[in-house]
């Protein structure tokens, strides 16, 4: 990408570093994942028990896997996403955006911004369109996609079961590819709903 990012200003790049995870980040990928599930169960399809028994070599494997990008602010692991990608035939034009987690201490920085753009970046020659999932009372969240360019297409009620309390997720979508040459149906929506 180039020219000014659409959604504001990224703070300097000296403020922090953005790569691509790999085995050796597994035992700072596992403190923060588990964090993030502990922290915000709601924001999460998997659950703080179904990994946290898990060491960091089985966390490092999963890096090496697949595309996840962390975000280090003086050295330490302050944020991390991943990219699933689609092996199907029939759904490898599309990606997933998933596992996004800020530190509180590295929210409102530009941080969240900053990363979720590499993410573009990595995902843009690979995919025509990336897809995640928020949690419907994440407003914070919520904005953070919209000014990214990310569009709601839909709900699913009821996405999420914690303690017997239930949570819907809002459904987005970021077009990475031109698709005016798709014919529009009457019933496609183009009003977001929140």
């Known amino acids: 990408m180039t020219g000014a990012a659409p959604w504001g200003p990224v703070p300097p790049m000296h403020a922090f570093e953005i790569r691509r995870l790999g085995a050796a980040d597994g035992p700072a990928y596992r403190a923060l994942r588990l964090e993030a599930l502990e922290r915000h169960p709601e924001s999460f399809g998997t659950a703080f028990e179904d990994v946290a028994g898990h060491g960091p070599d089985w966390f ?6 697949g595309i996840t990008l962390g975000a280090f602010r003086d ?9 699933v990608l689609n092996e199907g035939a029939k759904l490898r034009h599309k990606g997933d955006v998933v596992a996004v987690y800020l530190r509180p201490a590295a929210r409102g920085l530009g941080l969240g911004a900053a990363l979720l753009n590499r993410l573009v970046d990595e995902a843009r020659p690979r995919v025509e369109a990336l897809r995640l999932t ?3 009372g994440n407003g914070a969240a919520l904005r953070l996609y919209e000014r990214l360019g ?6 699913e009620r009821r996405a999420l079961k ?3 309390r ?3 997720e809002v459904l987005m979508e970021l077009v990475l590819a031109d698709d005016s040459t798709r014919p ?3 019933l496609e929506s183009t009003h ?3």
């Open 60 to 65: 490092g494997q999963r890096l090496e896997q």
């Open 75 to 83: 050295g330490a692991l302050a944020g991390a996403v991943t990219l």
């Open 134 to 136: 928020v949690e419907a």
């Open 150 to 155: 990310f569009r709601a297409y839909g709900r």
């Open 162 to 164: 914690i303690g017997g």
């Open 166 to 168: 239930y949570h819907d």
């Open 184 to 186: 529009h149906h009457a």
């Open 192 to 194: 977001s709903h929140h």
